[in-house]
């Protein structure tokens, strides 16, 4: 008798937005092995230490596998699919007909592997006439993206394989990766004696071993560096003042207040030699191409935004943009087309008043959004494959905020700590049993977008995102089998057909484009190959992105088919296992990805400017005689995904998510390596196990991200290993412009255990 030899089934990983495609050999249900996957376009075969250990994700204990129902007293009981769908619907329907769409809120939509869900979540969204949402981003990118909007209306990333000075703020992508092939790419540039690597961080990181220069700041106080180097590059004249005159407009300003900046005061502030700051405007200011890759460090720490708008200011003035080894804007598979700038519609949540940034309420609003008796306040929440309860700052007011909703619902594989606290909880299947897909394709020139095929069968009893969003949105009567049935007959009849009548059904109903995506899963779902069903919604972005950059998408070796460009690139994205590249730009197209029609950079935004010149009359330190360490809450470490690995087991070391504390704190304290310790915050406490490391300096403490999930042994009873950052966290420490948490800074007090 011969066995079947064991096949590799490619896909990608899923626990950071790199997604490195991967291959996975099945044993039964068991990834019994897992290698990179060489022939993908983007990642080439890299991967780091996690995705071989991807099993502890897919064959997780506490898998869910029929939707769950709360119960009076707070327990949760198996429903069928029927009365799941048919409940939910009717409970939603209720809340919108009583207080309408807009008090039902929407968190999530994806976490760092699964987006495509989250197309199928906004046609049941839009069903229901939801306005307000939101998701971690929100708690990250949008102060980013509030200085981009401003700036040039695109989204900017480093040429890393090119550029001459790569810049890491706030970010250890040795650890976190984040840019594809991280450590290959790092060791690149380390090596390269032509090229320099700045690191700006508290800690000496793995990355800041590899810097030639590193800047280490105080914590929380990287706006006054990068003020100083900023203004050390505009004294000793390093600016392009062609590049200036030529593309960027209203520079006066600008030039005045960093004319303004005390260097030697601020370079004091931050705790960093002005020698050292200097050294590291000249390198920038003496190079060809400077990057800069800011990520959580910094923008999860005070005047977040501002250090956003900072440090773009900083390779703006170096004209390091729209070449290679620069910052180039990268194309969406969701273009906006482009408009007049300045001209901007504000909008601002219904009961704080906090500005909503790309969409996105701040996350450390929504629960105050929530608890108020506000005739607009937040009434309901559609939770997707995320973990508000655990992930956003201050769990306690976040659990309030749950247990005040009239209604929730949960998307998720698992049962998750807000899970355990929503009405129902709807089980869908694994991101290895079902099409999947990232929207993170951000780079430059050429962007890779991957579909990955179903590596399983989902577990019996379980459902993907696009049928349990199309169920529901029938069951609300949104869409029915008069609208299904004639675009199904058309897509049978071809491509060609499928459009036309697509087109003519949107035009006689103009609500059916509402819940596109479930329309396209129902009608030219079928026809698709390979289970690919739940792929059928991204046949519109396609079109779009084809529509948009025509040349792009050629260049990256689409051709036209019979029925067109975006077609053409559907299926090629369908057919591909090892990715596809949707654009490939060149470097002078950049100016065209401005969304503005000027095609120029606005660089005077004046509400930083202000905040810029009242930086000097500004605190640098946070810490009181009660809380005088300063607690990053949530660090990046070789085994931490944030919650998508529940069981502890998966980590190979740091099993306890230990507390990092540097050699000089620890002998104050009389603490050694291993000890348990107890560690207070105004929100919260906890007895983290404390880790001696030489990379802290004096008065910072870290604990890493993704730990604290409670898990079941083989007995079902649940155990939690490590802290969960956010008991410590609080909403009040935001920025004043984006309302981004200072998780990274979280005023703390440690105190050795009897
Ligand atoms: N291993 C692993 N990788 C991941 C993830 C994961 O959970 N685990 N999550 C992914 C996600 S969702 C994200 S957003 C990225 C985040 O990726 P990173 O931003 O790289 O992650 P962190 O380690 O949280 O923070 C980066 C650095 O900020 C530093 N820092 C703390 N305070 C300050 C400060 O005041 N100023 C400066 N300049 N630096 C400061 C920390 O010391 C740390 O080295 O990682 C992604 N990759
Ligand atoms: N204190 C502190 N808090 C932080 C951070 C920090 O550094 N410090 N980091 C922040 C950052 S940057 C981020 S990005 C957030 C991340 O936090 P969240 O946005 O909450 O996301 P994840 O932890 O990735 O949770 C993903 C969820 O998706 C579920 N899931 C997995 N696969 C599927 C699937 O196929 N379908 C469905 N429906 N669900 C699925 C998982 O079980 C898990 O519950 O945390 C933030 N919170
Ligand atoms: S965790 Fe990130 S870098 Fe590591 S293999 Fe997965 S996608 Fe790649
Ligand atoms: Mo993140």
């Excluded at 990181?205 to 929380?220: I, N, R, S």
């Excluded at 779902?525 to 519109?540: C, E, K, M, S, Y």
């Excluded at 620890?666 to 000890?675: K, Q, S, T």
Aim: hydrophobic fraction near 40%; include cysteine; proline fraction near 6%.
């Amino acid at each position: 008798m011969t066995t079947e030899p064991l096949m590799f089934h490619k896909t990608a990983c899923i626990l950071c937005e790199s997604n490195c495609g991967i291959e996975v050999r099945l044993d039964g249900r068991t990834f019994e092995r897992i290698r990179g996957n060489k022939d993908h376009v983007g990642s080439k075969g890299y991967t780091c230490e996690k995705a071989l250990r991807l099993d502890y994700y897919q064959n997780t204990r506490d898998r869910l596998t029929l939707p769950m129902r709360r119960r009076a007293d707070g327990t949760h009981e198996q429903v069928s699919w029927e009365t799941a769908i048919a409940e939910v619907a009717e409970r939603l329907a209720a809340v919108r007909n009583t207080q309408g769409g807009a008090s039902i809120f929407r968190y999530g939509t994806g976490g760092q592997g699964n987006h495509l869900g989250g197309v199928y979540g906004d046609a049941l969204s839009n069903a229901l006439g939801v306005r307000y949402r939101s998701n971690a981003l929100a708690q990250e990118k949008t102060g980013q993206a509030y200085v981009e909007g401003r700036l040039y209306r695109a989204h900017t990333r480093g040429d890393w394989g090119q550029t001459e000075v790569a810049v890491f703020l706030g970010k250890n992508p040795w650890m976190s990766h984040g840019l594809p092939e991280a450590r290959r790419v790092l060791k690149e540039i380390a090596g390269d004696p032509e090229r320099s690597m700045v690191v700006i961080d508290p800690r000496r990181t793995k990355t800041a071993e590899l810097a030639d220069y590193f800047l280490q700041v105080k914590p929380g106080t990287d706006a006054y560096c990068l003020a100083a180097i900023v203004a050390v590059l505009v004294r000793d004249e390093l600016v392009d003042g062609t590049f200036l005159d030529t593309h960027v407009v209203d520079v006066e300003p600008v030039l005045d207040a960093i004319g303004r900046v005390p260097i030697s005061e601020f370079a004091q502030r931050c705790g960093v030699a002005l020698p050292d700051i200097e050294a590291v405007a000249h390198r920038i200011g003496r190079s060809q191409s400077v990057a800069i890759f800011e990520d959580i460090g910094v923008e999860q720490a005070p005047h977040s935004t501002l250090v956003s708008y900072l440090q773009r200011l900083i390779w703006i003035l170096r004209g390091s943009f729209a070449k290679p080894g620069g910052m180039n804007p990268v194309t969406s598979l969701f273009p906006t087309g482009k408009r007049p700038a300045g001209e901007r519609r504000a909008s601002y949540t219904p009961v704080t008043g906090a500005e909503i940034i790309t969409g996105l309420i701040p996350c450390n609003s929504i629960a105050d959004e929530v608890l108020t008796d506000h005739p607009d306040r937040l009434r309901a929440m559609i939770i997707e494959s995320s973990n508000p309860v655990h992930s956003l700052a201050g769990s306690a007011r976040f659990r309030e905020a749950m247990a005040a909703l009239e209604f929730s619902v949960v998307f998720d594989v698992v049962m998750t700590e807000t899970g355990r606290l929503a009405d129902y909880v709807l089980p869908s299947s694994s991101q290895f049993e079902k099409p999947e897909a990232v929207f993170f394709n951000f780079e430059f020139p050429n962007n890779v977008f991957s579909l990955r095929k179903p590596v399983l069968e989902p577990l019996p009893g379980v459902i993907a995102e696009p049928e349990i969003h199309a169920r529901l949105i029938e069951a609300l009567g949104a869409l029915d089998d008069t609208d299904i049935a004639p675009l199904r007959l058309a897509a049978d009849a071809g491509r060609a057909a499928f459009a036309a009548a697509f087109a003519a059904a949107i035009g006689n109903k103009p609500a059916l484009a509402k819940v596109g995506a479930a329309l396209l899963y129902r009608t030219l779902g079928p026809t698709l190959p390979d289970g690919l069903a739940g792929a059928a919604a991204l046949w519109f972005p396609m079109q779009l992105c084809a529509a948009a950059y025509p040349e792009a998408v050629e260049r990256g070796g689409i051709q036209p088919g019979p029925t067109g460009l975006g077609d053409a690139l559907f299926d090629a994205v369908l057919a591909s296992d090892d990715g596809v590249v949707f654009t490939s730009h060149r470097y002078e197209d950049a100016w065209d990805l401005i969304g503005f029609e000027d095609g120029k950079i606005h660089v005077t935004i004046a509400v930083l400017i202000d905040e810029l010149d009242a930086l000097r009359n500004a605190p640098t330190s946070y810490t009181t005689e009660d809380f005088p360490y300063v607690l990053s809450a949530g660090e990046r470490r070789s085994f931490s995904a944030n919650t998508i690995i529940r069981n502890p087991n998966w980590r190979k070391k740091d099993v306890d998510g230990a507390l990092a504390i540097g050699p000089h704190d620890a002998m104050a304290l009389g603490v050694e390596d291993g000890d348990r310790i107890r560690l207070t915050t105004a929100a919260g406490a906890a007895e983290p196990i404390i880790m001696i490391d030489e990379a802290m300096q004096a008065g910072h403490i870290s604990l890493p991200n993704g730990y604290g999930l409670s898990y079941p042994d083989e007995h079902g009873e649940h155990h939690t290993v490590g802290v969960a950052p956010n008991e410590l966290t609080s909403l009040d420490w935001k920025d004043t412009i984006a309302g981004t948490p200072w998780h990274k800074h979280v005023p703390a007090r440690l105190e050795r255990l009897a």
